[in-house]
């Protein structure tokens, strides 16, 4: 989640180290999580390029990725408490 959202936030957003936390701290610790970033990062550099081109993508990604941020959120206060 984190390579695309350093396009849609910025490298040093709140967002984007929060997601980062979550892919460190949570999605590493399983298999399926490890498979998940696996291929994020395989399809993430297309997606990213994708948003660079467009303001109103970036838009709306950072819109449909708010769930996502605020679950990682979420699962970062349960874990570090």
């Given at each position: 989640?984190?390579?695309y959202c350093r396009e849609?936030?910025?490298v040093f957003a709140a967002e984007t180290?929060?997601?980062r936390a979550f892919r460190d701290r949570i999605l590493r610790l399983y298999a399926?999580?490890?498979?998940?970033?696996?291929v994020y990062y395989r399809m993430s550099p297309v997606i990213a390029?994708?948003?660079s081109k467009s303001s109103a993508l970036r838009a709306?990604?950072?819109t449909?990725?708010?769930p996502a941020v605020?679950?990682?959120r979420r699962l970062l206060r349960h874990v570090n408490h």
């Amino acid at each position: 989640m984190v390579f695309y959202c350093r396009e849609i936030y910025g490298v040093f957003a709140a967002e984007t180290e929060d997601l980062r936390a979550f892919r460190d701290r949570i999605l590493r610790l399983y298999a399926v999580g490890r498979k998940f970033i696996r291929v994020y990062y395989r399809m993430s550099p297309v997606i990213a390029a994708w948003l660079s081109k467009s303001s109103a993508l970036r838009a709306v990604t950072r819109t449909a990725m708010r769930p996502a941020v605020w679950a990682a959120r979420r699962l970062l206060r349960h874990v570090n408490h």
